[in-house]
């Protein structure tokens, strides 16, 4: 199974970058790369996606390594509302078998 | 817009009870997919569709039954409540590029359920 390893827990001051980082060394060539957070007691919220070549929306950017087996999220400017588990997943090309979520990592912002 | 609405947001079932938990979307979406999510799981995958009529087994599929009879709703039913089925359910909906991971998944508020 394509699985994703990231950090359990970081911390970010408001107003400042945030590098979320994500190892999947066993990504197959045709796995999509997502990123989605969760806030309490809501559902998970898509926040960017990518395949090949790093890639930016109003939400974030992701950074691809040239060899896909990591990823980073970069949130430009965090705000307090950004605090949030965040998940990084493969998308597996195969309907039904997608969205193997890790534990994801706990992303804290101070003021 | 509505996105996707799950109802209800809260239930306590007795062991053995049954219920349909809802989903619905607006957005003409093929794949319809449910979660549950338990503490230190992340979401597992129950049941999906990739169009109406047709539903398959995700990886953890035993004690819930699915139908898809339109493209709006994927009703979720659990015949005989056990306690192990106590978790927060999660709908999700995607148009057909999200099945091959080009597209992305678009997820409800969830059901939290407790089965005593």
């Known amino acids: 199974d394509a699985k994703t390893t990231q950090p359990n827990s970081m911390e970010s001051n408001e107003e400042e970058p945030v590098h979320l980082p994500c190892n999947h060394s066993t990504i197959s060539g045709t796995d999509y790369i997502h990123w989605y957070r969760q806030l309490p007691s809501q559902g998970p919220e898509y926040v960017i996606h990518g395949l090949t070549s790093n890639v930016n929306n109003r939400m974030a950017s992701l950074a691809i390594a040239e060899d896909r087996k990591s990823s980073t999220l970069i949130l430009h400017r965090a705000t307090l509302r950004d605090a949030a588990v965040y998940y990084c997943?493969?998308?597996?090309?195969?309907?039904?078998?997608?969205?193997?979520f890790g534990k994801g990592t706990t992303l804290s912002v101070s003021s | 817009n509505a996105g996707v609405t799950q109802t209800p947001k809260f239930q306590v079932l007795k062991t053995g009870q049954s219920m349909t938990l809802q989903c619905a979307q607006d957005m003409n979406h093929e794949y319809m997919s449910w979660y549950r999510q338990d503490p230190g799981m992340g979401l597992r995958l129950i049941h999906y569709s990739v169009g109406a009529g047709i539903t398959d087994q995700g990886e953890v599929p035993n004690g819930y039954n699915v139908s898809r009879s339109t493209t709006e709703d994927f009703p979720l039913r659990l015949l005989s409540a056990a306690p192990s089925q106590t978790s927060v359910y999660f709908c999700?909906?995607?148009?057909?590029?999200?099945?091959?991971?080009?597209?992305?998944?678009?997820f409800g508020n969830g059901t939290r359920l407790t089965v005593t």
């Open positions: 997943i493969l998308i597996v090309n195969q309907a039904g078998t997608a969205l193997i």
């Open positions: 999700a909906s995607s148009r057909r590029q999200g099945m091959a991971g080009n597209s992305p998944l678009h």
